[in-house]
């Protein structure tokens, strides 16, 4: 731990500007929308990566993307309320879907459920 503190180290807690960044998008109806993300608590992050090979091992070879600076990006996101930048993520969960997919069999009710019931 060093004891003396420089006027340039940055505290923790602030932010440190990440440069230029790579950052996922998706379609939109007349240009590119930035792709904001969740962390594994819930919290809505924007994500950026410093390397397109990092983007494309974590997210895929045929994603999106767009290079922007760290303060653009976190000037699109604030408004919407997305105040956290996570650079470089390693780990993504496929996303969710809401429907079953076709040709899988629908959920039976519990026979336990159904039994007790009937016999009350």
Known sequence: MCLFQYDDDPE??????AGLLYVPVRPGTAEVVVRLFRTPLGARTAVGFTDPRRLATTLGAEHP???IS?????????PLGVELLTVDPT???PSV???LPSGSPALA???????????A
């Open 109 to 119: 009710p519990d026979p336990r459920r159904a039994s007790s019931a009937s016999a």
């Open 12 to 17: 923790p807690e602030e932010r440190v500007p």
């Open 97 to 99: 879907t809401r429907s």
């Open 70 to 78: 760290e303060p653009a990006l976190r000037a699109m996101s604030e």
């Open 91 to 93: 780990f993504t969960a």
């Open 65 to 67: 993307w767009i290079r």
